[in-house]
């Protein structure tokens, strides 16, 4: 019996148990109450996640709402939620209605205790119980010792005559869709490029790949995309996995002028940080597109059409090949995005039925194949081509849009095929292989290495998911390694502020201010004040009484905690301390400032200061005007 069908058996029975034969006592009630009310908010936050990712509760949803979510579409999705909330409050209130039923008098213990019994297995046998104790396992273990033994730094430069790169990024534009047996005509245009390529036909997404950040780490550096358990800090750092040398790296060092387009907003999930820390110095996003755009109302929730974009993207292929530069041009598209996909003006085919009716994803890949067939068309014919490889890939695997359950009866695969304009090529590989494979085989190809990271060239190297059978249980377990590769550091005694860059630096890294940093004894947890988290405050509050910090923020925001008279300075403060006692509160009235970290100082706290500074830190600030 699936997990999800005994969850629900336990909650229905639960409720209906001690309704109706249980003994009425107020302790069992709130008990029976409060695991139920988890059971529901449980679930909700599942069925939200799944709306989104497809697949329940995972890194991507993590990674993604604890990162900048400026420039999402989140549209089409705030009524949805909306509508799950409302019909959780619904479900919980008629759950609490039929409990209070239960009159004095009557019932047995015995049937207390059994609902009570069935209350915990319900929020057990949840499935997003298990999505999340996995997810919170995942980040907690150790980290196997023999990632180093298979993670390969390639050389930094190529060799020999390094065509020019093209490389599109299509959203969710999976192998799944080129199946002519089950989607006849879809994919028609794309199709017949394809077919004069070298066609991966056996990737596959591994964990810590499976949503648009995530999918170009994984391409481009051969390692999978996870944060801190806590996420955020790739939006508020300086630079983006320090410690790999990554595709554009390679092309930078090589003597290539790195350009990347997307229609969508750059600071979205840190994409722009991650370009910028990792070799490219022309990136192109919606806010920067602006003044090059034909129609500037014409454009989706996301941003650029995809005919808007690559047609961008094909002038700047002319301009920088009439130039002579040597030159990589990467270009992420988006009218494929889930949930319903977008239907650019410009589509031959703008409908696609599927059983006798319309579904929308699905002409929206009709559409966005068309736009991107077209520009390997031009390039073909543009006189350049030679000189030029072609890459296109899927991102990742299509979400939980309006074709998923269609997807979801077949093999999916990823997308991955390479047209090389100095030799005709026409070859089908069905080696498995994955996603982390894209960047070392595009470098063998460019005259480079045959391995990335933990990529390997499919067409002179041996990918790991052939060396591994369980290779997503080893992409888990290599989980704490790959995230050690972000240099968080672990101590930290002095620091430097710039205060017109807005940020910290300390130990060879640099974080954006404000920030609160919690300080153990060989850990430092940064925690910032990122879109959709709590304020900076309120996550202070949740620390424990001796649990050591350094606080920098205005100063007004630590007014009305500790001192009432920095309300009227307009300056930063650091405060370094712990919640028990009064920290040390600096006020930095210079753009630099240098200090350094000591708790030598601090005096004795007690659980009444404590208390009161917990409570003054979760009162609600004022608005600002």
Request: aromatic share 12%; hydrophobic share 40%; glycine share 8%.
């Amino acid at each position: 019996m699936p997990t999800e069908t005994l969850s629900i058996g336990f909650f229905l029975a639960a409720i209906i148990l001690y309704s109706a034969k249980a003994k009425k006592n107020k302790y069992v009630f709130f008990l029976v109450l409060f695991l139920l009310g988890i059971y529901i908010l449980l679930n909700l936050i599942r069925v939200a996640s799944n709306y989104f990712t497809g697949a329940g509760i995972n890194d991507s949803v993590l990674y993604t709402v604890t990162s900048s979510l400026t420039g999402a579409g989140l549209g089409k999705y705030i009524l949805p939620f909306a509508g799950f909330l409302l019909a959780s409050l619904l479900v919980f209130a008629l759950m609490s209605w039929l409990l209070l039923l239960r009159k004095s008098g009557g019932g047995r213990n015995a049937y207390s205790l059994l609902a009570l019994l069935l209350a915990a297995g319900a929020v057990i046998a949840t499935p997003a119980s298990r999505e999340i104790a996995g997810l919170v396992k995942s980040q907690m273990a150790n980290g196997d010792t023999d990632f180093h033994v298979y993670y390969k730094t390639p050389n930094k430069l190529l060799s020999g005559n390094s065509p020019n790169l093209i490389y599109i990024y299509a959203e969710s534009l999976e192998r799944t869709y080129f199946d002519q047996d089950n989607f006849a005509g879809l994919t028609t245009a794309l199709n017949s490029q394809k077919d004069n390529s070298i066609d991966f036909s056996n990737t596959a997404q591994l964990p810590g790949t499976g949503y648009t950040i995530a999918g170009m780490v994984a391409s481009q550096c051969g390692i999978p995309l996870f944060a801190p358990f806590d996420g955020n800090a790739s939006s508020s750092l300086s630079t983006f996995y320090p410690r790999d040398i990554c595709l554009g790296d390679i092309l930078r060092a090589s003597g290539y002028d790195n350009y990347f387009y997307q229609g969508a907003d750059l600071a979205f999930a840190g994409k722009g940080l991650f370009l910028k820390s990792h070799g490219f110095d022309h990136i192109y996003g919606f806010q920067e597109l602006k003044g090059l755009v034909k129609d500037p109302d014409y454009r989706n929730e996301w941003g650029w059409y995809d005919d808007t974009l690559l047609d961008l993207v094909y002038d700047k292929f002319i301009d920088l090949s009439r130039n002579k530069q040597r030159f990589a041009l990467f270009a992420l598209t988006v009218d494929t995005h889930h949930p319903d996909g977008y239907i650019s003006q410009s589509c031959v085919n703008r409908s696609y039925q599927y059983d006798n009716a319309e579904n929308s994803s699905l002409s929206a890949v009709a559409c966005s194949q068309e736009h991107i067939a077209r520009l390997i068309k031009r390039i073909r014919e543009s006189g350049y081509f030679k000189n030029t490889v072609i890459v296109v890939s899927s991102d990742h695997l299509a979400m939980n849009n309006t074709a998923y359950d269609i997807l979801n009866q077949h093999d999916r695969k990823d997308l991955f095929f390479i047209i090389r304009g100095d030799r005709d090529e026409r070859q089908v590989s069905n080696v498995k292989r994955s996603t982390l494979d894209n960047g070392a085989t595009v470098l063998d190809v460019m005259g480079g290495d045959n391995y990335i990271g933990l990529g390997r060239s499919s067409l002179s190297g041996t990918s790991l998911s052939t060396y591994f059978l369980n290779i997503d249980d080893k992409i888990t377990a290599w989980i704490p390694d790959v995230i050690r590769q972000w240099d968080f550091p672990t101590r930290i005694k002095k620091y430097k502020i710039d205060v017109n860059d807005k940020t910290i630096g300390f130990s060879g890294v640099k974080f954006k201010i404000p920030l609160i940093l919690k300080i153990d004894h060989n850990n430092i947890e940064p925690m910032f004040d990122v879109y959709l988290s709590a304020p900076l405050k309120q996550q202070l509050a949740k620390l424990n009484a001796k649990d050591k910090f350094l606080w920098i923020d205005d100063c007004n925001k630590m007014a009305d905690v500790w001192d009432a008279s920095l309300s009227q300075v307009s300056n930063y403060c650091v405060a370094v301390g712990n919640l028990s006692t009064r920290p040390q509160i600096v006020r930095i009235d210079s753009d630099v400032y240098r200090g350094k970290v000591s708790f030598k100082k601090l005096p004795a706290g007690d659980e009444a200061q404590f208390q009161q500074t917990v409570g003054r830190l979760n009162l609600t600030d004022p608005p600002t005007n």
